[in-house]
Every structure is written in structure tokens, then in C-alpha cells.
């Protein structure tokens, strides 16, 4: 079993940046394919991006794409989510997951594993 801890969140003015780390422990992350999802309130959690186990393919949703970059060091035992141009609309929690399979994957059914969550918060 691994778990995940996301970090990096915060408070950040539009079209400005963060960093989201997602932390594994118990488990090596060379084992799963990853991905990120956020959820804002009232609203259903939304695929954000998804990583191979290699880190060799990488899948953004098309709201993000082009503004935000998943990245992986299995090394470090971590999964990356650089978030650039940032818009209100990108208010929500984040979370990282983890699942025992191939490929990148949009569906969070598909996923085993799922960190608490980090609150990103844009202001206009």
C-alpha cells in the first residue's frame, strides 16, 4: 500500500504559479501510473493530468493544457504538478493518486491510491 501527501497549495494572484509535490511513502512510485485530479465546491472532481509509470507520456486535461506540466522523480518518490497562468477558475483542491496499472488514465475509478488534498486558491 502506498500514501500519498500532497504539498505546495496556497493563495496566489491570477496568472501566477505554483508547485504541487505529491510525496509517496510505503511503496515505490516506479510501480504506478499517476495523475492529479481537483474538485472545487459543488462540483465533481475533474481530471487535471495523468503520468506513466516511466514518466515517458504525459496527458493534461484540455482545460490545463499548455498551462500545466505533470512531471515524475521516481527517485524521489514524488509526482509534480508545475501550474502556470493561473485563473480563478483553477480554485479547487488537488490531489494526487496512484494506480496499479499501464498508461495514463483519466478515469478516477481506475485509481487505488489518493492523497487528502492541497486547497489552491486564485484570486481575480
Known amino acids: 500500500q502506498v500514501q500519498l501527501v500532497e504539498s505546495g497549495g496556497g493563495l496566489v494572484q491570477a496568472g501566477g504559479s505554483l508547485r504541487l509535490s505529491c510525496a509517496a511513502s510505503?511503496?515505490?512510485?516506479?510501480?504506478?501510473?499517476l495523475g492529479w485530479f481537483r474538485q472545487a465546491p459543488g462540483k465533481e472532481r475533474q481530471f487535471v493530468g495523468a503520468?506513466?509509470?516511466?514518466?515517458?507520456?504525459?496527458y493534461n486535461a484540455d482545460s490545463v493544457r499548455g498551462r500545466f506540466t505533470i512531471s515524475r522523480d521516481n527517485a524521489m518518490n514524488k509526482v509534480y504538478l508545475q501550474m502556470n497562468s493561473l485563473d480563478p477558475e483553477d480554485t479547487a483542491v488537488y490531489y494526487c493518486?496512484?494506480?496499479?496499472?499501464?498508461?495514463?488514465?483519466?478515469?478516477?475509478?481506475?485509481?487505488?491510491?489518493w492523497g487528502q488534498g492541497t486547497q489552491v486558491t486564485v484570486s481575480s
Open positions: 503520468i506513466t509509470r516511466t514518466g515517458g507520456i504525459t
Open positions: 493518486a496512484a494506480a496499479n496499472s499501464w498508461g495514463v488514465l483519466r478515469d478516477p475509478s481506475r485509481y487505488n491510491y
Open positions: 510505503g511503496r515505490t512510485l516506479s510501480s504506478y501510473a
